[in-house]
C-alpha cells in the first residue's frame, strides 16, 4: 500500500473511533474542519516554541525528535481535514502537482496570476 493511503486509511480510523467514543457523530463538516483547524494552530504554536522563535529568549537546543513529533501531530490534523471534506490521498496527489507545478510557474514568472512578476521571465 501507498505510504499516503495508508496515512489516510489510520487516521479515517482514528477518526471513526474519535466521533463514536466522544460523541462527535452529530458534528457537522464544518464544526469539524473548525476544531481540526483550531487543534492545528495549537500544534503550529508547539512546533514554534520548539524552533526558538522568541528572539527576546536565550534559545534552546533544537530537539528533532520533538520537532518531529510536532510536525506529525500537524499531519494527524491536517489529513483528517482532508478526510473530512471528502479528500482522497490521490486526490491530495493530484492537487499537489498542480498547486506544485503552478508555483513554480509563479516563481518563474510564467503565472496567468498578477502578482507574481519576477523579471526572469524567458
Not at 23 to 36: A, H, V
Amino acid at each position: 500500500m501507498d505510504k499516503l493511503e495508508h496515512i489516510f486509511e489510520l487516521q479515517k480510523g482514528f477518526q471513526d473511533k474519535l466521533r463514536r467514543e466522544r460523541n462527535l457523530g452529530d458534528i457537522s463538516m464544518e464544526q469539524w474542519l473548525q476544531k481540526q483547524t483550531l487543534a492545528m494552530i495549537s500544534e503550529l504554536a508547539e512546533l514554534l516554541e520548539e524552533v526558538n522563535f522568541k528572539w527576546w529568549k536565550n534559545p534552546h537546543e533544537l530537539n528533532r525528535q520533538n520537532i518531529h513529533e510536532e510536525l506529525s501531530d500537524i499531519l494527524h490534523f491536517f489529513i483528517a481535514m482532508c478526510i473530512e471534506s471528502g479528500m482522497t490521498a490521490d486526490d491530495l496527489y493530484q492537487v499537489y502537482l498542480g498547486k506544485n507545478k503552478e508555483n513554480h510557474m509563479r516563481q518563474d514568472g510564467q503565472s496567468q496570476k498578477h502578482g507574481y512578476e519576477t523579471g526572469l521571465q524567458a
